[in-house]
């Protein structure tokens, strides 16, 4: 089945600071890929999602690219807040959402 | 438009004993899917279901059964609870399936066996 490797597991920035969180995956066929955001105490929100036929996408802050030839994906978060710091979880689909297990970021003020 | 919907938010069962969940999707959404959180195994997929039918199902235990009513509502089952069945367990709807389909999640049940 899908495996999902997700680095670094923590992740430490200064406010303004970008954050880069990255991903691999092991099934060429995979073809959706998310990225949730979870805070303590809540299940994990969707921040963005890309699809195999793209290889960037953007909303404001936040930014996901693809490589699927590397079978790789990436969230990248610029000008960071103190509200960013969660845990973030990729994903990779064909039928079924498989995690990575999970970033913890925190932004110092 | 109202989120997904879990309930009970905590449970407390001793080794043994069965539980049943519960998980409301958003109004109109089909498929369900539930999720086991732990602190070392991360989210794991337990079974979807889709119009009353089991449509995918993760590598877990018989023990773990779920159900899909008409109205698309779920409700996940655990049997024979063991200590390790303690964690945080989510559900999350989608309006045909995970498949290319953003999955939006509940705030989970927070299962304890003592």
């Known amino acids: 089945g899908e495996n999902v490797e997700q680095h670094p597991s923590t992740l430490s920035v200064q406010e303004g600071d970008s954050a880069v969180i990255k991903c691999t995956y092991s099934?060429?066929?995979?073809?959706?890929f998310p990225w949730y955001k979870q805070e303590l105490g809540k299940g994990p929100q969707l921040i963005i999602d890309?699809?195999?036929?793209?290889g960037e996408k953007k909303d404001q802050r936040i930014a996901v690219t693809l490589n699927k030839t590397a079978k790789h994906f990436s969230l990248h978060i610029t000008e960071t807040q103190p509200e960013d710091s969660a845990v973030y979880f990729c994903?990779?689909?064909?039928?079924?959402?498989?995690f990575g297990k999970g970033t913890m970021l925190l932004v110092s003020p | 438009k109202a989120g997904v919907t879990q309930t009970p938010r905590y449970l407390i069962k001793t080794r043994g004993q069965q539980v049943t969940l519960s998980c409301s999707p958003i109004?109109?959404?089909?498929?369900v899917s539930w999720y086991q959180q732990t602190p070392g195994q991360g989210l794991q997929f337990l079974f979807e279901?889709?119009?009353?039918?089991?449509?995918n199902k993760g590598n877990f235990p018989g023990r773990f059964s779920g159900r899909q009513f008409s109205n698309s509502r779920s409700e996940m089952n655990v049997s024979t609870l063991e200590l390790g069945d303690s964690a945080l367990y989510l559900c999350?709807?989608?309006?045909?399936?995970?498949?290319?389909?953003?999955?939006?999640f509940g705030q989970g049940t927070r299962l304890t066996v003592v």
């Open positions: 109004s109109g959404h089909r498929s």
């Open positions: 999350a709807s989608s309006p045909q399936g995970a498949e290319n389909t953003e999955a939006f």
């Open positions: 279901y889709f119009s009353e039918t089991q449509r």
């Open positions: 099934d060429s066929a995979s073809n959706y």
């Open positions: 890309i699809r195999s036929n793209v």
């Open positions: 994903a990779a689909s064909i039928s079924t959402l498989t």
